[in-house]
Structures are given as C-alpha cells and as structure tokens.
C-alpha cells in the first residue's frame, strides 16, 4: 500500500499534498509548522483514532486521501468526523468507525487477520512523541496498542481468540474489585477517625431523582440503538439483494426484485422511522428532566464549602457493604487466573514457533550493522519480548527501536506480501549523531526501495532520489518542490 495524494479542508482552508513512489521527506527548516500533524493526518485518513493537537480538530476536518492498495488498485477514502466513505474499483462502501475498522483496513491492507491489523500501525508508523520509545508494547499514539505477541501469533496463525477473551473478563473484574478494595480502606479510615458525616442533604435528594430518571433512560436508549440497528440492516439487505439483480417470474412476466417490490418493506421502513421518532421525543423528554435537575444541583453545590462536600462523600462511602477479606480473597484468585492465563497464552503464542527466530534474526542483524554492541541484545530469541528497558537509552535505544520496526516490516511482507509505508516522525533523534543516521537512512534505501517511506524532519538526507514536501510557514501553507530529484 502506498499513498498518492492528501486533501484536508479544515474551515476556509483546503490544501493538497502529494506523494511519490518512493522516498518522500516532509522538510522544514524549523519545528513547529505543521510536519507530524501532516503525517497525523495520514494515519487518521486511514481510520485510526488519532488525538487531535492544539489548534485544530481532526473531527472537524474533511479528508480525502488517494492511495494504491494492495491490489494495486487507485482508491480514495474520504473521511468526515466517524464516517468513512471507501471509493474502490466501482464500488462505493461506507463505514462507521471504530466499529467498521477491520472491515475497511481488509479493503485497504488485503488481510483478514485481526491480530495483525490491530497492531500495523505500531509495525510501520513511529511518531514523534511515543514512536521512539516504543519497542514491542505500549501505545503508538493515544489510545491506539501494540503488542509484540498479538503480531506474532496473527502471523503465525496461532489464534488464541477465546484465551484473550477471557483474559480480558478477568482483567476488568480484578480492576472492579481492586476499586472495591480501595473503598474498603477508606471506609475504614473513616470508621477509625470517627468523624462528623453529614449524611441526607437536599443535594443527595436531587441526585437520588437523577439516579431514578438516568433508570428510566435507560430502556428507552437501548430501544432506541435497537430501532436504529434494525434501519440500516434493513437497508443493508435490500441494497445487498438489489446488487444481486434477482427478478421473480409470473405468469411470464418478470420482475425485479428491489425496495420497490418488496411487500411491506417501505410500510415498514416508515413504520420504524416514526416509531424512532416518538422515542426520541420521549428521550429528549427525559434529558430536559434530568438536565433541570443538575441545574438545580449545581446551584445548590455552589453554596456548599469544600468540607461540606468531603463529608457528604464520606457519608455516601460510609453507606457500602463491603467485605474487605472477601474482596482481598477474591482479588487473589482472580489474580492467579491472570497469570495462568497469560502463561498459556505466552506459551501457545512463543512455543516451536520460527517467526520468532526469524524475527530475532532480522533484528539482531540490523543492531549489528548499526554497532550496538552485544550486551545491550541478548543472544536468545526471547530478547524481542524484553519489558528490561532501563539499560537502553539515548541513541542505543533509539537505534534498537529502529531496528525493531524496519524487522517488523519486513517479517510482515515476508508473511502476508503487503509492502507497508514506512512513516518515521524525527527520526534523527536528539542523541544520535551524523554518522548513525546515515547508517539508518542506508538501511532504508537498500532494504526497503520497493516499499514506500515518508520521512518528517528538519533535516535534508542525502538519498539518492526523494520527492520534498517543504512547510514553510504552517500546515496548509506548503510549498512542494518542483522535481522529485533534488539533492
């Protein structure tokens, strides 16, 4: 996959940047003007959940990105806050995210695994501020993960959906009852001081009406998603049924079968959009209940000192039942669950698998051209998995992670044939000198000429060929160079 073209309409500015085959450096000659919200917008173009940055809201934005897919097909995707619409070949596919994420990154990447989608982004992109300190785990930017494992088992087609599950289950009970835990030692201080607890205020009251109206709302949301869920299937269907061109015969007369002939369905269709109305009206009826009251509340709050309002939640923590042993008891256990889990998974996903040898082949030899020394990479297999990060930093560390993600890549294409862009946010780094980076840039031009690579920096490389895409002022203020071979 590669990209061709971005357009971002942000307010009364629209600006285009292009991209070419090859090696693409967004250049500045200082910081601050706009290269990694350009690569940003890359990224969120492409679906993902980017944080906006000061100044400019990636939901408020249009974008319209072209690019080469993996079946070397011109595609463009034009996203609006959560709405994705895909244009590929002839066909014209719409998308809700995040819901509809892996379905668009299959059109767009060619692979069905999610494992390995939901870690791409971590495998090719690095960006300025998280990127070079992330080696096999934590988060490439926001919220988005990455997990060494998930990648690894994807690739070897060693699923372990149902263990990550209930992984997963376990987790959110543990924090649940570790959460409870807590309160319990509260209470407990509080039972030791013996302090003054205010208990029924007028404020309680309202907040005990709120509880009973958010009870209300409740049902009625849910039936209200339902109603909505129950409309765009149904459009869903008929539209999927219409591409299909199916007629009926009778009596040698043909006809095709569409909304149209379909008996009731349009009945129906307006049947639940007017019932969708009346249960919105009766949210919004609701809503304006339960927003009076905060009024009031927040009027009635406003009055109240910062003690009163300790020892009103004092009063409410002292109104829970909890059994500290209990919930220590259970913590436990819960805990042990966790890491036998974690253990069957490790070892279903590490266990007589050679991708990991592969990948610790790659790795180890991409560190050795770029002269790390030996004791800073362990010569096993299971150094890729290392959470022992104290002992690297600076350029060390910054020349590992760099070789990490350029194996990622690479063990990527060898396994599933997708080329990934590489997109590198700063990659000289504040510590590495003149000489490492060239090395690194060496590596890419020799290694990764079939793959697309997009650098942002202050700095101009000295590749051979490059396309420069030069922000002189701010973002939507660039000035592309004339000629993709300027040295």
Known sequence: ???????????????????????????????????????????????????????????????????????????????????????????????????????????????????????????????????????????????????IEMLIRGLSDRSCTDLELELSKIKRELQKYKYMFDVAQYQADINAYNENIAFDTPSEEVEKKIDVLYS???????????????????????????????????NGIEIPVNQNTLVGFQENAEYLVTKRRLVANQLAEIDKKIDKLKESQENSNALLSVQTRIQQFDADVSKMKIDAITTERIIKQLTNEKIKLEDIIKKKSWQNNPIIFELYQLISAYTTELGIDSRYVRPQAEFIFTDDLKSLSGAIFHKIVFSFKISYIKLIFNHTGVKLPIVMDSPSGREVDKINITDMMNILERDFREHQIILASIKRYNFSEKNYIELKDTLFKHNPKEGNNEN
Request: hydrophobic fraction near 35%; charged fraction near 25%.
């Open 216 to 250: 209300e709302r409740k049902p009625i949301f849910d039936e209200f998603e339902r109603i909505k869920n129950v409309i765009r299937k149904n459009t869903s269907f008929v539209k999927y049924i219409s591409d299909f061109n199916l007629v009926v015969q009778k």
């Open 1 to 147: 996959m590669r990209f061709v073209s971005l357009t971002i309409n942000h307010g009364m500015f629209r600006d285009k940047y292009d991209f070419s085959e090859g090696i693409n450096i967004v250049y500045s000659k200082k910081n601050s003007v706009g290269k990694t919200t350009l690569l940003r917008f890359l990224m969120y173009s492409l679906g993902y959940q980017i944080p906006s940055i000061r100044g400019i809201n990636f939901d408020k934005c249009e974008c319209d990105l072209e690019i080469i897919d993996e079946k070397n097909n011109k595609c463009h995707i034009q996203r609006e806050h959560s709405i994705v619409v895909l244009f590929q070949k002839k066909e014209t596919l719409h998308y809700s995210l995040p819901d509809d994420l892996h379905e668009l990154h299959l059109r767009i990447f060619g692979i069905a695994n999610t494992e390995i989608l939901d870690n791409l982004l971590g495998a090719y992109y690095i960006d300025q501020e998280k990127g070079w300190t992330l080696l096999n785990r934590g988060k490439v930017i926001g919220k988005i993960p990455f997990n």
